[in-house]
């Protein structure tokens, strides 16, 4: 998919917000919404999302919006770190099917990282149990 392009209503992030299909959930605001990724690329792969913008990417997000988006995304982070104690974090973001992105609803990516564990690749990851990822998110919800 194109960079730019009509922001689709029916993406799987937006059916999400509107309770349409099931998400794993860690956060959720007025702004913003964190669930586990299905296909983590490493344990605790959290992603978050701005709720009630039609923003396919970053460069499609209103400008005065960003800054309480990019709170929730550091708040997520921090919890992520406070529940899984990892080495580092990694926070990511995509724009445009060229660049990597999948899904066309702003969204970035938190990903815990460990010194002695690599980080699967972006798209390279298996799907994870739907009983381990309510594991960690129960972690991650109690670290807020
Ligand atoms: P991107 O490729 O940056 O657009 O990221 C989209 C992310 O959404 C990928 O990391 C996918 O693993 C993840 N994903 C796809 N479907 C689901 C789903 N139903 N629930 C949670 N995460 C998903």
Redesign the pocket.
Known sequence: MALHGEYDPDN??AK?VKSE?P??KVYEDDVAMA???????SEG?T?VIPKHEEARNLLEMPPEKLGPYMERVQKVAKAVEAALKPDGVTVM??NGGPA?????HL?F?IIPRWSDRPMSG??S?GQADPADLEAVAYKIRNAF
Request: aromatic fraction near 18%.
């Open positions: 799987i992030f999400m299909i998400a794993i669930f586990m990724d299905i296909f983590p690329q792969h992603l973001q995509f990597g992105q999948t899904v066309f969204h990516h972006h798209g990851s």
